[in-house]
């Protein structure tokens, strides 16, 4: 598995994906699927996810 994934649920390159915090199962960032969870799982390196969003950033406190 690609280092620092512990788990992938299912779904393809190039769809809306988000990052659970290991211990409280939250949201902390939303990106883009640069591999499928398949490639994910058979891959030892490598980027997974294009960061769109994260916790703090100025649209997540986004307050309209």
Request: contains cysteine; charged residues 30%.
């Amino acid at each position: 598995m690609v280092p620092g994934i512990k788990e992938v649920d299912n779904f393809n390159k190039g769809d809306v994906v988000f990052v659970l915090d290991e211990v409280h199962k939250k949201p902390i960032c939303v990106g883009i699927a640069l591999m499928s969870h398949e490639e994910i799982k058979n891959s030892e390196k490598g980027k997974a996810i294009k960061n769109i969003h994260y916790v703090g950033d100025k649209i997540w406190n986004f307050k309209g």
